[in-house]
T-cell receptor
Framework: DSGVTQTPKHLITATGQRVTLRCSPR?????VYWYQQSLDQGLQFLIQ???????AKGNILERFSAQQFPDLHSELNLSSLELGDSALYFC???????????????FGSGTRLTVV | EDQVTQSPEALRLQEGESSSLNCSYT??????LFWYRQDPGKGPEFLFT???AGEEKEKERLKATLTKKESFLHITAPKPEDSATYLC???????????FGPGTRLSVLP
């Protein structure tokens, strides 16, 4: 157990629907990162939050949004789902303050999203 | 644009057959280079961080090295349990997030 908890582990939904993925970071970590991993794209950075504020954005679609709550858990919302959104979605956390040397993220076990 | 490439894409070794995986990167100022191991259906597991050229880190049968343009992950006398995908990632000086390479799928046959 890495200490980063993601729920649900698996999600199957239909095109056009909306889903919410949840992540609880490791105790004490203030940064949360979301990554998408598909077979042909590898790990793609989506978005980062630090202590409730958005700090960096990657190639995140407009149909996707995220937030980090006061208790530091984060949610990734995916709407108007398409077949191509099927992927593994990983959350990672870090205790490093943005701007400082990073010793590495800790990843959760991921949510496998299947859009049918 | 920051880029990371890894080679080979896949590697099959016999147990005990040592080899190296390559990670080449292009980044405007390297803050750190990271190696991760990923088992199928699981999240990446952190292995090493390297910060400057010439640095080396070791853990059991794995040794990571760093130059100004690439990193190597040397695997000495691998065992079947070393089979996994090995991911390399870089963080730029100005960046918050990691840019990952596509990975090398390693299979170690008994």
């Amino acid at each position: 157990d890495s200490g980063v908890t993601q729920t649900p582990k698996h999600l199957i939904t239909a095109t056009g629907q909306r889903v919410t993925l949840r992540c609880s970071p490791r105790s004490g970590d203030l940064s949360v990162y979301w990554y998408q991993q598909s077979l042909d794209q590898g790990l793609q950075f989506l978005i980062q939050y630090y202590n409730g504020e958005e700090r960096a954005k990657g190639n995140i679609l407009e149909r996707f949004s995220a937030q980090q709550f006061p208790d530091l858990h984060s949610e990734l919302n995916l709407s108007s789902l398409e077949l191509g959104d099927s992927a593994l979605y990983f959350c990672a956390s870090s205790g490093v303050v943005p701007g400082q040397l990073n010793y590495g993220y800790t990843f959760g076990s991921g949510t496998r999203l299947t859009v049918v | 644009e920051d880029q990371v490439t890894q080679s080979p894409e896949a590697l099959r070794l016999q147990e005990g057959e040592s080899s190296s995986l390559n990670c080449s990167y292009t980044v405007s100022g390297l803050r750190g280079l990271f190696w991760y191991r990923q088992d199928p259906g699981k999240g990446p597991e952190f292995l090493f961080t390297l910060y400057s050229a010439g640095e080396e880190k070791e853990k059991e049968r794995l040794k990571a090295t760093l130059t100004k343009k690439e990193s190597f992950l040397h695997i000495t006398a691998p065992k079947p349990e070393d089979s996994a995908t090995y991911l390399c990632a870089v963080q730029a000086n100005y960046g918050q997030n990691f840019v990952f390479g596509p990975g090398t799928r390693l299979s170690v046959l008994p």
